[in-house]
């Protein structure tokens, strides 16, 4: 049984549990993958894998029909917006994902944003190497408001931190649960009021054909003048053009973007607003994260094959 490992970091160890399982495991070295990869040179890479191991590069029905041996795919990561799930159900092809690993990692980049404008003290690091002592009054954490779309597992992690700094916390979701308000400190709020009311708005949703562009200038309007935006969910959830002009015209203070619509990304214009602040898909990227999320891939390829899967995990169970 071939896996081929596509994920970028994979760890020795992660790859010896899989050897030592009896599975012919070897780690992709080739060019560069990752979400904006061609369909020809993926399928070189994993042309020959009855199961991967899979990063952010797109799975298409096309690729997917070229892919006669793969059985199943275990996602190193929550996101599987860019694998056609239509198409795995179609072909039989069975699909996992390591929830419950990157929430905690990306909860803390989310509050590492928050923290970056509430004290700016990479501006006041900066005077200071220029021996310019210059004591600054900045807004702090302590009452402003977080307002979270999206109240999963990441939206749930992020409360958990932003309450202790005596943050105000709302959020706004599809199916709220009321009993969260007790258990995390939080107010379920409208749509409407979640933008008027939040000083840092966090984004937290996967991508559907109902979250494209969901922060559009209508919704950019809506919210709070000089608010913060923040979006660690998937690039496509927010108009980036609409955002650059909330940004250059002052309604948007400022905005912290990990995701871009098509990645590796260098264009963004983003990229040309000095109030941005941007990071390479880095949200979930902790040295103990990754190395928890390999072996959490590796128990799912292992749970498949001996039939035993968590349905925690499982996204497509296959039929191959």
Same mark, same amino acid.
């Given at each position: 049984?071939?896996?081929?490992?596509?994920?970028?970091?994979?760890?020795?160890?992660?790859?010896?549990?899989?050897?030592?399982?009896?599975?012919?495991?070897?780690?992709?070295?080739?060019?560069?993958?990752?979400?904006?990869?061609?369909?020809?040179?993926?399928?070189?890479?994993?042309?020959?894998?009855?199961?991967?191991?899979?990063?952010?590069?797109?799975?298409?029905?096309?690729?997917?029909?070229?892919?006669?041996?793969?059985?199943?795919?275990?996602?190193?990561?929550?996101?599987?917006?860019?694998?056609?799930?239509?198409?795995?159900?179609?072909?039989?092809?069975?699909?996992?994902?390591?929830?419950?690993?990157?929430?905690?990692?990306?909860?803390?980049?989310?509050?590492?944003?928050?923290?970056?404008?509430?004290?700016?003290?990479?501006? @006041?690091?900066?005077?200071?190497?220029?021996?310019?002592?210059?004591?600054?009054?900045?807004?702090?954490?302590?009452?402003?408001?977080?307002?979270?779309?999206?109240?999963?597992?990441?939206?749930?992690?992020?409360?958990?931190?932003?309450?202790?700094?005596?943050?105000?916390?709302?959020?706004?979701?599809?199916?709220?649960?009321?009993?969260?308000?007790?258990?995390?400190?939080?107010?379920?709020?409208?749509?409407?009021?979640?933008?008027?009311?939040?000083?840092?708005?966090?984004?937290?949703?996967?991508?559907?054909?109902?979250?494209?562009?969901?922060?559009?200038?209508?919704?950019?309007? @809506?919210?709070?003048?000089?608010?913060?935006?923040?979006?660690?969910?998937?690039?496509?959830?927010?108009?980036?053009?609409?955002?650059?002009?909330?940004?250059?015209?002052?309604?948007?203070?400022?905005?912290?973007?990990?995701?871009?619509?098509?990645?590796?990304?260098?264009?963004?214009?983003?990229?040309?607003?000095?109030?941005?602040?941007?990071?390479?898909?880095?949200?979930?990227?902790?040295?103990?994260?990754?190395?928890?999320?390999?072996?959490?891939?590796?128990?799912?390829?292992?749970?498949?094959? @001996?039939?035993?899967?968590?349905?925690?995990?499982?996204?497509?169970?296959?039929?191959?």
């Amino acid at each position: 049984m071939n896996v081929v490992i596509t994920t970028v970091n994979f760890t020795d160890t992660a790859l010896s549990k899989l050897k030592e399982a009896g599975l012919n495991a070897w780690k992709y070295s080739g060019p560069a993958l990752g979400a904006g990869v061609s369909e020809d040179i993926l399928y070189e890479a994993v042309k020959d894998a009855d199961i991967i191991i899979a990063g952010t590069e797109t799975y298409s029905l096309n690729l997917l029909k070229r892919l006669n041996r793969l059985k199943f795919i275990s996602r190193n990561g929550i996101g599987y917006d860019a694998i056609d799930l239509n198409a795995l159900k179609e072909l039989g092809i069975g699909l996992t994902r390591t929830t419950g690993f990157v929430e905690g990692a990306v909860a803390e980049h989310v509050m590492a944003y928050v923290l970056y404008f509430a004290r700016r003290i990479d501006a @006041q690091n900066k005077l200071m190497h220029k021996h310019v002592w210059k004591p600054t009054l900045e807004p702090g954490a302590k009452g402003k408001t977080l307002a979270l779309y999206g109240f999963g597992g990441i939206g749930k992690e992020i409360a958990k931190r932003a309450v202790p700094f005596k943050m105000n916390v709302i959020y706004y979701c599809r199916h709220p649960n009321l009993e969260d308000e007790k258990t995390y400190g939080v107010k379920y709020v409208d749509e409407e009021t979640l933008l008027r009311e939040g000083d840092f708005l966090s984004l937290n949703v996967p991508l559907t054909d109902s979250t494209f562009h969901l922060i559009d200038k209508n919704k950019l309007d @809506q919210m709070k003048t000089g608010s913060i935006l923040i979006n660690i969910a998937r690039g496509p959830v927010i108009d980036e053009f609409a955002v650059t002009d909330a940004l250059k015209s002052g309604k948007l203070g400022a905005a912290a973007v990990d995701v871009f619509p098509s990645e590796p990304c260098t264009d963004s214009p983003l990229a040309d607003c000095p109030t941005a602040v941007l990071t390479p898909h880095t949200a979930s990227s902790t040295v103990e994260n990754s190395a928890e999320m390999n072996i959490a891939a590796v128990d799912n390829v292992l749970n498949y094959l @001996q039939g035993t899967l968590d349905d925690k995990y499982l996204v497509i169970k296959g039929a191959r």
